[in-house]
């Protein structure tokens, strides 16, 4: 009988739109792009993890009716019954090469690959130490796995070495942290993470969803960009963001490790395989991204240009490089109307607030991507300056 039920969730719907915290889903009628339409206007787009413009493409289009010409269009079969094909072979082995890691196992999206991969390979004898600030996936993760847990203060090392030896008695230690935490863009301080895992015989997992494919040098990822490659254990990952900005996740890493999430990890094993275009398209783009290293310059240009813009403007902007950048507003409501009146002008950003972000931090959360114009990003500029007055 739908009768109890009913009335506990209508009421926890209206104490949700009371207090405005209900999430509006705006239509988009075009591709997600440069420019996009939104609720029927065409704005510039300037709130998606389309880091290199790859999303609405065409040349990924191209390659993604290629793929489902050849391979189809799904595998009704997870991958060790009758669900695996050359494409998923290819993708976990470029994957691999591209972040310079042993091996890669392909996922349904991050938010499986973060749920699968702990209760894969530890258990209630091992520690895993993660950053307070770490995305929902991984903390659902965490609570999917019988191993101790010891959350340490975001980015202090001096919490994360006294949990290390708090954890020196365990089987294993498993230390875990948001390559780059996507509210603020601060990039987690992987080389000191990785002196004290050396130091504790630790491992070293990042989830590098905001920055695979355009940080450091080559786009490989945070441990590019922090010098530790080769020293960090485990990448999670999407290509749900710059890869191309569909579906699909990843788990790359010591081949040990990967050998037994493909034994033993849940959200693989009892799932689908990645749907063939997902997993060709996605290939595509890692061949894309490292022949066309002038997206990723873009990219950085465009970002290093807002930022010093937005700052000149008076703007309060937290120190980062990231293509993330946070303009902080203080106050939820002025956030929510600056973000309307940037609308207004043509500019689509999204304002966050509690219980996304802390109370009193509410902010503009502004991306910038490769395909953005030197033009686009003055006038988002003008359109901040103006809205704010
Ligand atoms: C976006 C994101 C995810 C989720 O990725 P999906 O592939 O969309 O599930 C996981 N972790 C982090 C850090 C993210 O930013």
């Not at 009716?65 to 094909?85: A, P």
């Not at 294993?172 to 015989?201: E, H, N, W």
């Not at 997992?205 to 080559?218: E, I, K, L, P, R």
Request: net charge negative; proline share 2%; with cysteine.
């Amino acid at each position: 009988m739908y009768i109890s039920a009913r009335k506990i969730l209508e009421e926890e719907l209206k104490a949700i739109f009371e207090a405005g915290l209900h999430k509006v889903e705006h239509l988009l009628s075009s591709r997600q792009g440069r420019m996009t339409v939104v609720d029927g206007k065409e704005v510039l787009n300037f709130c998606t993890n389309n880091y290199l413009g790859l999303a609405g493409s065409d040349a990924l289009v191209e390659a993604a009716k290629k793929t489902l010409d050849e391979y189809g269009f799904g595998l009704s079969s997870v991958r060790f019954i009758c669900g695996t094909q050359q494409v998923h072979k290819d993708l976990e082995k470029k994957t691999a090469e591209f972040l310079g890691m042993e091996d890669a196992i392909l996922y349904s999206s991050c938010m499986a690959a973060n749920i699968g991969f702990f209760a894969g390979f530890l258990a209630e004898q091992d520690v895993i130490l993660s950053d307070a600030l770490n995305h929902a996936s991984i903390i659902d993760g965490i609570r999917a796995c019988k191993a101790e847990r010891f959350i340490f203060e975001h980015m202090d090392m001096q919490d994360l070495e006294r949990g290390l030896q708090q954890a020196q008695q365990k089987r294993m230690r498993c230390v875990v942290t948001d390559g780059v935490f996507s509210m603020d863009g601060d990039v987690a301080p992987l080389q000191a993470i990785c002196d004290l895992a050396d130091k504790y015989d630790a491992l070293v997992v990042v989830d590098d969803s905001h920055a695979t494919g355009f940080m450091g040098n080559n786009g490989r990822g945070t441990h590019e960009y922090a010098g530790v490659e080769g020293r960090v254990d485990v990448i999670t990952s999407t290509y749900g963001k710059a890869l191309g900005g569909a579906n699909g996740g990843f788990v790359a890493g010591r081949k040990e490790i990967i050998d037994i999430l493909r034994e033993r990890s849940r959200t693989y094993l009892f799932s689908n395989s990645l749907a063939p275009v997902i997993a060709g398209t996605a290939s595509f783009a890692i061949t894309y991204i490292q022949e066309h290293p002038e997206l990723q310059q873009q990219l950085w240009e465009n970002t290093r240009n807002f930022r010093e813009q937005m700052e000149a403007a008076g703007f309060k902007i937290p120190a980062s490089a990231h293509p993330i950048v946070p303009v902080m507003i203080g106050d939820p409501h002025k956030a929510k109307s600056i973000a309307k009146a940037m609308f207004e002008r043509g500019i689509y950003v999204v304002a966050f607030s509690y219980p996304v972000v802390p109370q009193g931090t509410d902010r503009i959360r502004v991306q910038i991507s490769a395909s953005h114009t030197k033009e686009d990003i003055s006038k988002a500029v003008d359109a901040f300056v103006k809205a704010k007055q």
